[in-house]
Structure formats: C-alpha cells, structure tokens
C-alpha cells in the first residue's frame, strides 16, 4: 500500500521490529526535548557552561526520554499485532479490506 510518501515495507520480521525502530525511522534519532540552555541568556549564564548538565529540567526530561525510549525498545510490532488480534479478532482483515477499498 502506498503511503503520502510511497509507502512503506518492512525489511525484517515484525518480531524483529520494535516500535522505537519504527519511530526512529520517521522521526529520526533525535530526542523529543531539545535543550535550548535558555540558562546560559540568564542572569549570571556562562558561554562556557554546558547548561543541559546542569539544568533541573533538561535532566528531568532526559530520563523521561530514556524511560520512554526502553518503554518503545520493549514492544515489537509482532507484539502489538498479537494485542490487537486478541482484543479485537476482526481488526486485521477488517482493516485490510479497508486499505484495499472493498
């Protein structure tokens, strides 16, 4: 099926795929939050001071980024398949006539 952008195919087994290695080819490796050491433009800030060590808040949001990062490693797309399929038997096939226009 193609997508806005062609589409896409998986080159591994969905067992193989976790939902980070998906979101990671979308998005890129990039963290989410991106420290902009608004700190360093304060009051007594420093140009020699890598202020996203010393920031209560970046350091906030960089464990909740590796949380969230190992939460996405842990599923597989075989993994969330097997969920959907036990919740709701006719998801897939109805889907798929969906994608197809049936």
């Known amino acids: 099926m193609s997508g806005p ?3 896409f195919r998986l080159a591994r087994s969905p067992r193989d795929v976790t ?3 998906v979101v990671t080819a ?4 990039r963290e989410a939050f991106r420290c902009q050491q608004i700190l360093r433009r304060g009051p ?6 890598d202020y996203r060590k010393a920031c209560v ?4 949001m ?3 980024e590796l949380a969230w990062r190992r939460e996405l490693a842990s599923q597989t797309l075989a993994d969330i398949q097997a969920t959907v399929e036990q919740r709701a038997p006719g ?3 109805a889907t ?3 994608l197809a226009g049936l």
Do not use: Y
């Open 5 to 7: 952008r062609g589409g």
């Open 19 to 21: 939902v980070l290695d």
């Open 26 to 29: 979308i998005e890129g490796p």
């Open 44 to 49: 007594g800030g420093r140009e020699n001071v």
């Open 57 to 60: 808040v970046s350091q906030t």
């Open 62 to 64: 960089g464990r909740a």
């Open 91 to 93: 998801t897939p096939d």
């Open 96 to 98: 798929r006539r969906h």
